[in-house]
């Protein structure tokens, strides 16, 4: 996949594609979007600071694709994302999670992804610091003074070289020649993969424990942070521990170890603010859900609703956050709102709030036709996910197209009778119809081919179509 960055709003969209079926509207407003973020770094320096991201607000019916298209924009990005619910956040003076908490969640996210970007760059030099660690333990260098580790060494050498005196002609000159030479030939092994199964004990980071979020009024978020820290220090935070692993196990842990020791943190926290302020994308779903419907009541949690908006509006609007990191400002942070407004209307939103998400897209309902390319063009399509799940067992299966055909209809037909939730009836539709076969796989069914037909099709999910008042308890 190309650098997000560089692709053109029909590119981007060409990914999506690739997952997503139909609503185009929705593609091309985030494919712009994204676009906008680069041509506005590459803008001219004394109008680049000018230039503001248009915020998106998504409006559709459940199981259309908001949320897919949220996380194939994230993985596309290559940039900080996060995406929240709107109805997790309480007004500030109420106990629960402040909207400035998406920041810090955001900033987090920037810190670790530009960490690992890093890490990926120096692992080269880390893999070797590792085999060095590796090979210490399996042959103890000599002291300063060549004394203390010659028995080890020999027996060590007896194994890498039985008959080094043969080999080289002349026995080792010393000690620390044999030592040497007994490192290479380890070495060599350890390359070859020779000696992964082996086990040695470790001295390796303790891992943090598991620390309790601290939820409370205004600023209470951070003070929970910080108490976190202090606490993680007074358990020994930091200090190293003794473990038994293989030599493969060992690699991947000392490897890590290694790559974090060779970082400069100080340089990705600044890294990852810069990327968080100019690149960030907070993806916000239910939005509908703080929303006062303007038939609904004035009392009770609307109060609370309409906090939450007026607390969320000058994050939209362009603010500074404090984080345990530093400052951050959300002035070129993209927003993007979800919801499926049944009940409240956009309309319900506070003006100023309204104002802050200049491009509407109203994402269509699935028709048969959506479902039967939703069930086989996307490359993550629900029949070559069961196709893979079954092949992993020896029983390779295969849809027709009428089959295919069939489960849209049922599909389809079931939302109308029902409630209509959009794409995720297939998988109730898909669960159903493999229950048979994913209970009779492998102890009666241990392998073969197996093609699904219209006829297999009708005779799975007869009773599921025909009984109204069953269908009613299923998704």
Known sequence: MK???HLTPQQIVAELDEYIIGQKAAKR????????????????????????????????????????????LAKLAMAPFIKVEASKFTEVGYVGRDVESMVRDLTEFGITMVKT???????????EQAQERILDILIP???????????????????????????????????????????????????????????IEVEVKKSTSPT?????????????????????????????????????????????????????????IQEALERVQKQGIIFIDEIDKIAVSSAGSKGGPDVSRQGVQRDLLPIVEGSTVNTKYGLVKTDHILFIGSGAFHVAKPSDLIPELQGRFPIRVELNSLSEGDFYNILSQPKNALTKQYEAMLASEGVHISFTDEAVKELARIAAEVNEQVENIGARRLHTIMSSLFDELLFAVPDDIKEGNITIDKDYVNQQLESLVKDKDLSQYIL
Do not use: C, Y
């Open 29 to 72: 407003s985030v494919a712009i979007a994204l676009r906008n973020r680069w041509r506005r770094m590459n803008a001219d320096p004394e109008i680049r600071e000018e230039i503001v991201p248009n915020n998106i607000l998504m409006i559709g019916p459940t199981g259309v694709g908001k949320t897919e298209i949220a996380r194939r």
């Open 212 to 268: 309790m979020q601290v939820f409370g009024p205004g600023g209470m978020e951070e003070m929970g942070i910080n108490l976190q820290e202090m606490l993680g220090n007074l358990s020994g935070k930091g200090k190293t521990t003794k473990r038994k692993m293989t030599v493969a196990e060992a690699r991947d842990i000392l490897v890590d170890e290694e790559a974090e020791k060779l970082i400069n943190h100080d340089d990705a």
């Open 141 to 199: 260098p000599l002291n300063s003074k060549g004394l203390g580790f010659g028995n080890a060494t020999k027996r060590a050498n007896t194994e890498a070289e039985p008959s080094s005196v043969t080999q080289q002609g002349t026995p080792p000159s010393s000690d620390e020649e044999l030592n040497q030479r007994t490192r290479e030939r380890f070495r060599e092994k350890l390359n070859n993969g020779e000696l992964d199964d082996r086990t």
């Open 3 to 5: 650098k997000a960055m």
């Open 117 to 127: 970007e890093m890490q990926e760059r120096v692992k080269g030099k880390a893999a």
